[in-house]
């Protein structure tokens, strides 16, 4: 057994210890943003805790049967995001941890589950050729909801409100950073009460491209019905709305501080409220990854703790303390370095990053080739990530079927300075130039020590090839995040490179790979919205992505995804880095968290309990 496997072996499958029952600890509250006052037709909240460390009133014994009889039903649930949550709307998010912020009020009709199947949520059941629901030549899906469905005002959750999304995110002036999931549909037809048939432009290999995991979330037509077009993120309703969504999910908002903390509480008209477990539900934001897993791990002061992206020296200590359990498996994505085919010089002023204003050298296809053969990928998983991760050149690794073994970055500095000199790049002293243009390049990421650790490796590999970093670290909650006024995200993109994580949400590769056709380059004329942040545009590229669409062999399909993949690498339109298998951490007596590689680390959050 590797020593890889072993490590994940010994941290997931731990002898269980001591119980050991610990409530997060309530946050000082500064004025928070509170959601809407509930509307005349909503049922009285249900009783909570004057105090938010207080535990509500409860009942003396577990209610039903799904409940452990020795664990007291309610109190809080406490989460740590070290990347805080900035906007619950998740069709405006560019952040996971938005995204994760949103599932707990919002849902689709149907998440992936840690085994990579597909679960209905809203849906009454999952659609197939074997029962009807998806049309055998891929024309159409047609799905049942679950009848009598509720949003968190008291009202109807309706076929409307699903067509409504559809058209909210397809117009492009909303900017939806989802629009991907949304573009294949022709329309949304209401069949009955609880019937909605999907057309699609042309046929789909993919049935469940759209209202499944997290782009597929689900918007109140009554609360964002002003709210499609450029209002979305303009007008002061739908700003409101955007910090305050009306939901179906088990949790309603009771406060949100953008870049802050967001506390849930109980959603009385929640199809199975008498089965949730918990009043109330806490995600803290800010600090980061190494003090999130101490909270869990060492202090027990929270029940949960996303993405340890700890370098491997601090977190196996942390994790060996027995207080906690590590949840890893799957994908947690690729880290990677993106490369921008614009150009951020401030003095641009606004034209800055702008997809007209091509990068001064980073469009020399030499110069993008040296700097992905110059990285020491080895280098940054053995001292940095251990078994947390594993070196890839890669950008898309799950599922197995289309993992090219095309691929190769094992790392040759002779080559790539040979690359250069032989493109022009002259070095006569530490950096390298042409036509007075400096191979200076800035690159940016969040702030994480794991990632500063790894801008440090990547700094040294380049200064051997001629190439000055300048380094950037930025606030998780600010880089992630989608407000388009601020200059430091990831979307917006002033800089040379920047490096972060993401991966498919899907096991069907099409949505993802759309991130890089030339019509997601994002830009100010999509509020900076579109999914591809480096403004690569490769006709080549995008007549392999047309070619995916249509195409329903998937065997096929699989080709021309490996076809695409290779292209991007290739290219150098993006640098794959580390393939991550970073773990969460809950405490031992928190029973349902599951590692997740197409969903969220919480998307099945309505389910968990305390147990003894």
């Given amino acids: 057994m590797s020593h890889k496997r072993l490590w994940a072996?010994?941290?997931?499958?731990?002898?269980?210890?001591?119980?050991?029952?610990?409530?997060?600890?309530?946050?000082?509250?500064?004025?928070?943003?509170?959601?809407?006052?509930?509307?005349?037709?909503?049922?009285?909240?249900?009783?909570?805790?004057?105090?938010?460390?207080?535990?509500?009133?409860?009942?003396?014994?577990?209610?039903?049967?799904?409940?452990?009889?020795?664990?007291?039903?309610?109190?809080?649930?406490?989460?740590?995001?070290?990347?805080?949550?900035t906007t619950l709307n998740p069709h405006l998010a560019t952040g996971t941890k938005d995204f994760d912020g949103a599932t707990v009020i919002l849902e689709?009709?149907?998440?992936?589950?840690?085994?990579?199947?597909?679960?209905?949520?809203?849906?009454?059941?999952?659609?197939?050729?074997?029962?009807?629901?998806?049309?055998?030549?891929?024309?159409?899906?047609?799905?049942?909801?679950?009848?009598?469905?509720?949003?968190s005002d008291g009202t109807d959750f309706t076929i409307d409100d699903i067509i409504f999304t559809w058209k909210y995110c397809a117009e492009p002036a909303t900017a939806c950073t989802t629009k991907a999931a949304f573009d294949p549909i022709a329309n949304i037809e209401k069949i009955d009460d609880t019937t909605l048939k999907i057309t699609w432009k042309e046929p789909t290999a993919d049935p469940y491209i759209a209202f499944v995991g997290p782009f597929g979330m689900i918007l109140q037509q009554k609360q964002f019905g002003?709210?499609?077009?450029?209002?979305?993120?303009?007008?002061?309703?739908?700003?409101?709305?955007?910090?305050?969504?009306?939901?179906?999910?088990?949790?309603?908002?009771?406060?949100?501080?953008?870049g802050d903390t967001v506390i849930y509480e109980r959603n009385p008209f929640f199809r199975d409220a008498d089965k949730v477990f918990f009043d109330e539900v806490e995600i803290k934001?800010?600090?980061?990854?190494?003090?999130?897993?101490?909270a869990v791990c060492e202090t027990a002061e929270v029940d949960f703790a996303w993405n340890l992206q700890i370098p491997k020296a601090v977190l196996e200590p942390i994790l060996a303390s027995g207080k906690c359990d590590a949840i890893a498996g799957g994908l947690f994505g690729v880290e990677r370095i993106v490369v921008n085919f614009a150009n951020p010089d401030p003095a641009l002023g606004d034209?800055?990053?702008?997809?007209?204003?091509?990068?001064?050298?980073?469009?020399?296809?030499?110069?993008?080739?040296?700097?992905?053969?110059?990285?020491?990928?080895?280098?940054?998983?053995?001292?940095?990530?251990?078994?947390?991760?594993?070196?890839?050149?890669?950008?898309?690794?799950?599922?197995?079927?289309?993992?090219?073994?095309n691929t190769k970055c094992d790392r040759d500095v002779a080559e790539a300075n040979r690359?250069?000199?032989?493109?022009?790049?002259?070095?006569?002293?530490?950096?390298?130039?042409?036509?007075?243009?400096?191979?200076i390049v800035s690159f940016q990421t969040s702030i994480n020590t794991l990632r500063q650790s790894s801008q440090a490796i990547i700094k040294s590999n380049l200064a051997?090839?001629?190439?000055?970093?300048?380094?950037?670290?930025?606030?998780?909650?600010?880089?992630?995040?989608?407000?388009?006024?601020?200059?430091?995200t990831l979307n917006k993109f002033y800089a040379d490179l920047q490096m972060y994580t993401n991966g498919p949400n899907s096991a069907d590769p099409q949505q993802y790979l759309q991130g890089w056709i030339c019509a997601e380059v994002s830009s100010s004329a999509n509020q900076w919205n579109g999914s591809n942040n480096g403004r690569y545009c490769?006709?080549?590229?995008?007549?392999?992505?047309?070619?995916?669409?249509?195409?329903?062999?998937?065997?096929?399909?699989?080709?021309?995804?490996?076809?695409?993949?290779?292209?991007l690498v290739n290219d150098g339109a993006v640098i794959p880095l580390i393939n991550r298998r970073t773990p969460n951490a809950k405490l031992k007596n928190l029973e349902g968290p599951t590692f997740n590689t197409f969903d969220s680390s919480i998307w099945n959050i309505a389910t968990w309990r305390r147990v003894p």
């Fill in 9 to 85: 072996w010994m941290t997931l499958m731990a002898v269980a210890a001591m119980i050991l029952a610990a409530c997060g600890s309530g946050q000082p509250q500064a004025q928070p943003t509170a959601a809407p006052a509930a509307p005349a037709t909503a049922a009285p909240a249900p009783t909570a805790a004057p105090q938010p460390t207080a535990a509500p009133e409860q009942p003396t014994a577990a209610p039903q049967p799904t409940t452990p009889p020795a664990a007291q039903q309610g109190g809080k649930l406490t989460i740590l995001y070290w990347q805080a949550v």
């Fill in 108 to 151: 689709p009709l149907a998440r992936y589950n840690e085994k990579d199947e597909l679960v209905p949520f809203l849906a009454a059941e999952i659609p197939t050729i074997a029962n009807g629901g998806v049309a055998a030549d891929g024309t159409s899906v047609t799905w049942k909801i679950k009848p009598g469905l509720k949003w």
């Fill in 226 to 258: 002003n709210c499609i077009g450029a209002a979305a993120s303009t007008s002061a309703e739908c700003q409101a709305a955007n910090l305050a969504p009306i939901g179906t999910n088990a949790w309603k908002l009771r406060e949100f501080r953008p």
């Fill in 285 to 294: 934001g800010g600090g980061d990854a190494t003090s999130a897993a101490r």
């Fill in 351 to 405: 034209k800055r990053s702008e997809p007209d204003q091509p990068h001064p050298f980073l469009t020399d296809p030499a110069v993008r080739r040296a700097i992905s053969l110059a990285i020491d990928r080895k280098a940054i998983d053995d001292q940095l990530y251990g078994p947390t991760g594993e070196p890839t050149c890669n950008i898309l690794v799950v599922p197995a079927a289309v993992n090219s073994p």
């Fill in 419 to 439: 690359i250069l000199d032989e493109a022009g790049w002259v070095r006569n002293g530490p950096v390298r130039e042409k036509n007075g243009v400096k191979l």
């Fill in 464 to 488: 051997e090839i001629g190439i000055q970093v300048n380094v950037k670290a930025i606030d998780a909650a600010v880089f992630f995040g989608g407000d388009p006024g601020n200059p430091d």
């Fill in 538 to 567: 490769n006709p080549e590229y995008d007549a392999l992505f047309e070619q995916l669409k249509k195409e329903l062999n998937q065997e096929r399909r699989a080709q021309l995804a490996i076809q695409m993949n290779d292209l």
